[in-house]
Structures are given as structure tokens and as C-alpha cells.
């Protein structure tokens, strides 16, 4: 058993299909490094750079209050040892730097230079975003350079401003949305089953086309009859890990199935479909991704939940109805702009919810062991909104509201990032953060854009 190895990028193949697995012992020497690494450069697993986005802002009130709680008790507080608190950062400077035209619109200005050190152009952003700089220099050596992703989609006129994610000043990266099409594009092509109880079942496929795992399953006995008991369980979890995807995937793709014998459902079933704009919808598209991570297939990417167009409400957790007059607007962006106490309680309940899927996220990349520690430990990711406050007053107050703005960094970045403490960035330009990020990460830089000239001291 000791004297079996496996190559780092070693797959489970069958039938078109590629399976990557993830960190194994068998892929490590007596040294613990990966299997025919020198002695002299050994190869320590490589750094993760994302950018994780959620729109409306943090609060009225209390934004900073709110951030904190939601950190010290709230979602977050689990990961608290695994992140890195930023305070102080300004936007100022970049915001004000605006020649688009369509200064009126602060969300789409605050989306487009989320992840930059640009202001905003005519064209787009003015500059590339961190993780596709990150990309560019680094992610030629994965099966994918990056995964953006998304929740909902682009449904009105300032459109384009609502990416995050660009490759150029004028070139936003396409976004996935749809976690069908997600995982046919990282897992290979499959076609799921009929709806169980159809009368108009899909045309006959062969076995293969049904279930992922069922052509890979003779390499997978074959290898775990190699493995030895904690690399068996690793797979094992990584596997069913797949086989849970695929299921939900399954019933997203299928649509809402016909009415059964209520004899014949399990209690609790999910829904049938994932909304657009659902936690469901988002949990699937950051479960396929941590997969992603784990197996090294990307290092580099997004993820949004929602856009400035945001109208979804929060039923299940008793958020809805409309914001202050005279827009009276229904949902998240109309709320967002209400600065009395009950929207301000409105708002706080919106943002946890928000938290709670970065968490999941954290979660999942915690889970998932690779080296001395996790996938977590070896990644860097930057979560914060587009504003510090909901309402974004973005003319009177502009001088307030775009200082002390405020993010996380989580993950160590291999050991490059000390976790679990606060930094305050005294005034910083808040695209000082990407600088450091790209060093973390290995692309050495001292700029990044005009309003990022040098790297956030003490980080």
C-alpha cells in the first residue's frame, strides 16, 4: 500500500467522463509532498483568489455595528479564527473617478468596481478585477482559468455594469447562473432521469448518460482497493459528495414533478425547482464550485448573489413588502433604502441571510482537507457589498459614507494571510486590498490601477 502513488491531477474515467479527486495521501511522499516533487522545491498546494459580492449594502443605522455582530455572533462567527477583519478602507477617490455617464446610478457603479482599483468607465469597470488579473497570470495550468457565477441574471438597461467580474476595462466575464449547467460543464455531460410518476417519461438514454458515477464505477473499486483507509473515506466522502449534487441537479433540471400518491413522498421533500433567486439555487452553485476548488480544477472566480436590480423578498424570514415613498419599490433594493428603525430591522435580517450563504461556503471549503490543513486554509476570498450603506446616499453624504468602508478576507492564503484579527487600513484606498491579495497569491505587483497604488500596511 505504501508504494502506491497517484499523480495530483489523477481522474476517475469512464465513458467521456472525467471525475478529478481530491488531495489523497497516495498522492504524497514520506515528505509529505506531492509524489516526485525535488527535495530541494517542494510544492505546497496552491493559493485560491475569489471574490464573493452580495448587493444592497450593510445598513443605515449601524452598518459597521451590523458587520460586527454578524462576525462575533452571528453566521460568521464560527469562522472567526479563519478570517481577517479590514476597517478604514476608503472608496472615495475611485468612486468619484466615474466618466461612464451614469453617475446617478451608485449601485451600478459599486458593482462594476467592487474588485478593482479602476474607476468606472463608459465602457465598463476601467480596469480588470482582481481574480481575473489573478487568472490571467496564474490559471493557465487548471482545466478552467476561472468559474464566475451568479444568482439571477441581467434584466435591465445598465445591465453590463452589473458584473463583477472583468477581464479588461471594457470585458466582462460571462457568468453562470444555471447549476444544471454548471455541473454538466465541470462533471461531464449527463441527461437525468424522467420525473418519477411522469406518464410522458424522456426518451430512452443509455445507463451511462443517467448517472455520473455509474461508468466511473469499476475505476473507483479498482482504486480503493489500492487506498488506504483515510484516503478510502476521503473518497468515499468526495463521492457521495458528487452523488448529493447530482441528485439535486437532477430535480432542478426536471422542473416541478407531476402530483404523486402522498403514500409514496418522503417527508420533507425540497421543492421540486430552485428559485431564481433562492439560497437553494446559490448553495448549489457553491457546492459545485467547492468541488471544483478541491479537485483543483479552478483557482480563481466569483460569485454574486443577485445584482442592483435585487426585487427578491425573504418570506422565510419574514422580510417583504415595500420600501420608503415615493418609489415605493417591492423587495430587496426598495427595502434597502428605507433608514427608519423597522427597515433598518428589515435590512439587518437581509444582510445575516446573505452571511449565512458566505458561511456555507466557508463551511464547505473548511470541510474539505488538503495538506497540513484545508482548502480554506489555502485560499483567499474578498466578501463584502458594493456599498457601506444601504441607502448610499451618494451626493450630500458621499464623503461619509465611502470612508471607513469595511470587508473580510477569508483563508490563509497558505500561510501568507494571519487570520483571526482586525486590521484598520486608516483611510487606505480600498483597491489597496487587491494589491495585497495578488502578492498573497502569488502574482507580485505594487499597484493595481490608478486608485490602488500600494499594498494595505500590517496585512
Known amino acids: 500500500m505504501s508504494t502506491f502513488r497517484l499523480n495530483r491531477r489523477a481522474m476517475l474515467r469512464g ?172 462533471f461531464g455531460s449527463f441527461t437525468p432521469s424522467a420525473a418519477g410518476g411522469s406518464p410522458t417519461p424522456a426518451p430512452a438514454l443509455p445507463d451511462y448518460r443517467k448517472n455520473i458515477l455509474d461508468y466511473v464505477r469499476a475505476d473507483t473499486k479498482r482504486l480503493q482497493a489500492r487506498l488506504g483507509q483515510s484516503d478510502r473515506a476521503r473518497l468515499d466522502q468526495h463521492l457521495t459528495a458528487i452523488a448529493e449534487l447530482q441528485q439535486q441537479i437532477n430535480v432542478l433540471a426536471q422542473g416541478p414533478s407531476p402530483a404523486q400518491t402522498p403514500g409514496c413522498q418522503k417527508p420533507g421533500t425540497p421543492s421540486a425547482a430552485l428559485p431564481e433567486l433562492s439560497n437553494e439555487r446559490a448553495q448549489a452553485l457553491l457546492s459545485i464550485l467547492s468541488l471544483a476548488l478541491q479537485c483543483d480544477l479552478t483557482r480563481y472566480g466569483s460569485m454574486a448573489l443577485a445584482t442592483r436590480t435585487d426585487q427578491r423578498e425573504y418570506p422565510w424570514i419574514g422580510v417583504g413588502g415595500a420600501g420608503p415613498p415615493p418609489d415605493n419599490e417591492v423587495g430587496h433594493h426598495g427595502i434597502s433604502h428605507d433608514t427608519s428603525a423597522a427597515g433598518e430591522a428589515k435590512i439587518t435580517k437581509m444582510v445575516v441571510d446573505q452571511c449565512e450563504q458566505f458561511a456555507f461556503f466557508l463551511k464547505l471549503l473548511k470541510a474539505a482537507p488538503e495538506g497540513a490543513g484545508s482548502v480554506l486554509d489555502n485560499s483567499l476570498i474578498f466578501f463584502t457589498s458594493e456599498h457601506k450603506t444601504s441607502a448610499h446616499d451618494n451626493v450630500g453624504a458621499e464623503q461619509a459614507w465611502q470612508n471607513n468602508n469595511f470587508a473580510i478576507l477569508a483563508g490563509r492564503a497558505g500561510g501568507k494571510l494571519t487570520t483571526g484579527r482586525t486590521v484598520n487600513a486608516n483611510g487606505a484606498p480600498y483597491g489597496n486590498t487587491f494589491v495585497s491579495m495578488l502578492n498573497m497569491a502569488g502574482v507580485p505587483t505594487s499597484s493595481f490601477g490608478p486608485h490602488a497604488p500600494g499594498a494595505i500596511p500590517g496585512l
Not at 483568489?49 to 452580495?54: C, E, G, K
Not at 449601524?62 to 478602507?89: R, S, W
Not at 480588470?128 to 441574471?153: C, H, N, W
Open 15 to 186: 465513458l467521456g467522463a472525467g471525475i478529478a479527486l481530491p488531495m489523497l495521501d497516495a498522492m504524497l511522499d514520506s515528505r509529505g509532498l506531492l509524489h516526485g516533487t525535488a527535495l530541494a522545491a517542494p510544492t505546497p498546494p496552491p493559493v485560491r483568489l475569489f471574490t464573493f459580492f452580495f448587493p444592497m449594502g450593510w445598513g443605515n443605522l449601524n452598518p459597521l455595528g451590523n458587520f460586527m455582530n454578524i462576525v462575533n455572533t452571528g453566521p460568521l462567527a464560527p469562522y472567526k479564527n479563519e478570517m481577517c477583519l479590514l476597517t478604514g478602507l476608503s472608496r472615495l477617490g475611485q468612486l468619484q473617478d466615474d466618466t461612464s455617464g451614469e453617475e446617478g446610478d451608485a449601485h451600478a457603479q459599486g458593482h462594476c468596481t467592487f474588485a478593482t482599483g479602476y474607476g468606472r468607465a463608459p465602457v465598463g469597470a476601467g480596469g480588470p478585477t482582481v481574480d481575473q488579473a489573478a487568472a490571467q497570470a496564474l490559471g493557465g495550468t487548471t482545466a478552467y482559468r476561472s468559474l464566475v457565477l451568479r444568482i439571477g441574471g441581467e434584466k435591465d438597461k445598465r445591465a453590463r455594469f452589473n458584473n463583477i467580474s472583468w477581464s479588461a476595462r471594457s470585458t466582462p466575464v460571462p457568468y453562470e447562473n444555471d447549476p444544471v449547467r454548471l455541473f454538466q460543464r465541470i
